[in-house]
């Protein structure tokens, strides 16, 4: 893979939205990193920018707040985007803009998303003895080329990478790898959970959401 968004747990990335002065932290980051992250932590931005924010934890997860409304206007921010969060350790961290990324809406609801398709989940999925095999209409539809990942935005706005596995003999079989795994085990998924697959239009990106209407 080209960039392992999650390993080894010194980065993350995530939405700022335009609207809004805090961003998410990643559950399996915060968890790896907990312990040393300080009530205020410090920020580093691109051509020098410094800046405060306060963390707040949420359980086992947390946000950075209080700040960001001061890195939208150092930088001109007035769409959402997305940022790269590399961690320096003692709570300072390195972030990387990307401001093209204006197709993430910052309305929830925001039809800017295509479902691509629901799957239910068995006991052998949560056992972890059978993976998710994608719908052949949507391999036709996304997957033409036969990559070996596709980037996935998980319930917690954090992105990653997931890897596919072919079937050299069925050219339209196609199953979800790692990333999928991880994902029934951090985020808790049961059986007979839904699970929706839905593509940013625009984008490469499918998001990925828990028993959502």
Same mark, same amino acid.
């Given at each position: ?7 080894? =747990?010194?980065? =993350? ?6 609207? *809004?002065?805090?961003?998410? +932290? ?18 580093? #931005? ?6 405060? !924010? ?6 086992? %997860?947390? *946000? ?53 398709? *629901?799957?239910?989940?068995?006991? %052998? ?48 079989? !196609?199953?979800?790898?790692? #990333? ?8 808790? +998924? ?6 929706? =697959?839905?593509?940013?239009? #625009?984008?490469?990106?499918? *998001? ?6």
């Amino acid at each position: 893979m080209t960039d392992k968004v999650m390993e080894p =747990f010194m980065q =993350f990335k995530t939405v700022l939205h335009a609207d *809004r002065d805090f961003v998410k +932290i990643p559950r399996r980051f915060f968890r790896r990193w907990r312990h040393e992250l300080h009530h205020e932590v410090h920020i580093q #931005g691109e051509d020098g920018g410094v800046f405060t !924010c306060k963390l707040e934890p949420q359980g086992d %997860s947390a *946000r950075l707040t209080n700040g960001f409304d001061e890195i939208k206007l150092f930088y001109d921010i007035e769409e959402t985007v997305l940022i790269k969060f590399n961690y320096l350790r003692n709570s300072h961290f390195a972030i990387f803009i990307a401001y093209d990324a204006d197709e993430f809406e910052s309305d929830e609801e925001d039809p800017h998303e295509e479902l691509l398709w *629901r799957s239910t989940i068995t006991q %052998s999925m949560k056992n972890l003895t059978e993976t998710l095999k994608i719908p052949e209409h949507v391999v036709h539809y996304i997957l033409p080329h036969r990559p070996e990942e596709i980037i996935v935005l998980l319930p917690d706005q954090s992105l990653e990478r997931w890897t596919l596995h072919w079937n050299v003999l069925t050219p339209n079989d !196609c199953r979800l790898g790692h #990333g999928w795994y991880d994902f029934i085990g951090f985020f808790d +998924i049961h059986q007979h959970d839904t699970i929706k =697959f839905m593509t940013i239009i #625009g984008t490469d990106i499918i *998001r990925v959401a828990v028993n959502e209407d």
